[in-house]
């Protein structure tokens, strides 16, 4: 019997190992048929990979359908982002006229006047100028000679000369070629600038001579300060005005300097890259100190407008017409009583303002609430219950 024991146990191991397998061989865990009885018994096997749908390839996306194209792409920019062009401002008939003559630098400076009164149907610039003349070369342009039948033609309210950044050379004077800075030159020199400014000035019209800036060259800034010292000196004396634009084209040190400063009070690059020209900023800066003089010539010239633009028809906002003048409305003028020198009131009467007129029948008229609040300060019996009302309640 003791024997049979352990035959008996092995049998029903046996048995439950054989119904686990029958188990294992259900359709749900037909997967897990390739186990093997080492796996199940000591549990140390690898998950069988799970059996996933068969891949499939994605479906195609439609295209999208692309954006008609603009009719046109000028006007699609014009349309987008972009500022119609402003229309220049017509002229008066009456506008004042500034003459601008001289060299590259009057040229610049022109081109600087003509933007800063562009808007303005008051003034008129007009621009004379040769960018290689000066006052040494009058064989090449006499401004001299041709300043007068500018003055009869254009009848300008002033005149703006630039001239002297091209006269560092040599001057024919009686046949001679003489150098730059003899005393010949100097002395010609200085009779030429007084002479051309005094065309102007006998003639009551004011002069503004500018004077040139400085440039990238040492030795050709060293010249230009000799020459502005002889404009000054000169022009003045002739009944003008020198405008120093100096300042504006230095550093902190006095030295040349490309960029600086602009109108806006923004940093800009002032001169070209050689050094001697003038950009937009720098046109617009040398310009600047041209104008504030100006201004003060033109007056309320330059804000001048149209009478259509002034005063535009009623009828354009779908009102009446009442620009005409209306006859006025005549005035009734009816006597009044004089009054005595001798009345301290000056009123009529020595009657005080406490005085109580009698009334027609022989009665005296009751004072009204206003006069004896305001003659005697007596406001009255307040209303029961308002707010200035301090009688005191007693049950």
Not at 29 to 47: C, P, V, W
Not at 94 to 99: E, K, N, Q, S
Not at 166 to 177: A, H, S, V, W
Not at 294 to 307: E, F, H, N, S, Y
Request: with cysteine.
């Amino acid at each position: 019997m003791p024997r049979l024991m352990p035959v008996c146990l092995a049998a029903s191991l046996v048995l439950g190992l054989f119904a686990a397998m029958l188990a294992l061989s259900s359709p749900a865990n037909a997967q897990e048929r390739h186990r093997t009885l080492f796996d199940l018994l000591f549990g140390n096997y690898r998950k069988a990979p799970e059996q996933t749908a068969p891949a499939t390839a994605p479906a195609k996306r439609k295209p999208k359908p692309k954006p008609k194209a603009a009719a046109s792409s000028s006007s699609s920019i014009m349309n987008v982002g972009t500022k119609k062009p402003e229309q220049p401002v017509q002229k008066l008939d009456t506008a004042r006229h500034v003459l601008v003559l001289g060299d590259f630098m009057a040229n610049s400076i022109g081109d600087g006047l003509l933007d800063s009164f562009a808007s303005e149907p008051g003034v008129v610039i007009d621009e004379k100028t040769d960018g290689a003349s000066g006052l040494v070369r009058n064989d090449h342009r006499d401004w001299i000679a041709a300043l007068p039948g500018l003055l009869d033609e254009l009848k300008p309210v002033a005149v703006v000369i630039a001239l002297g950044s091209n006269d560092r050379q040599k001057m024919l004077i009686e046949g001679t070629r003489e150098e730059f800075h003899t005393a010949k030159w100097t002395t010609e020199y200085e009779r030429r600038i007084a002479e051309l400014t005094s065309v102007a000035t006998k003639r009551q019209i004011p002069v503004f001579w500018v004077g040139a800036p400085p440039f990238q060259s040492p030795s050709l800034t060293a010249d230009i300060v000799t020459i502005n010292l002889m404009l000054r000196r000169q022009v003045e004396a002739a009944g003008g005005t020198f405008i120093d634009i100096w300042e504006g084209f230095i550093d902190a040190d006095g030295k040349f300097t490309a960029t600086g400063s602009g109108v806006d009070g923004q940093q800009a690059r002032l001169r070209g890259s050689d050094g001697v020209s003038l950009t937009k900023a720098g046109r617009a800066k040398a310009a600047f100190y041209v104008e504030k003089p100006l201004r003060r010539i033109l007056g309320d010239t330059a804000t001048q407008v149209p009478l259509a633009t002034a005063n535009p028809p009623m009828s354009d906002f779908g009102l009446p017409n009442l620009s005409m003048p209306t006859a006025p409305t005549p005035t009734v003028i009816t006597r009044t009583e004089p009054i005595a020198m001798t009345d301290p009131a000056l009123d009529g009467s020595n009657a005080l303002a406490a005085h109580t007129a009698p009334a027609a029948n022989g009665l005296l008229i009751a004072p009204s609430a206003r006069d004896r609040l305001v003659l005697h300060g007596d406001a009255g019996i307040p209303p029961a219950g308002r707010v200035d009302d301090y009688k005191i309640r007693t049950k």
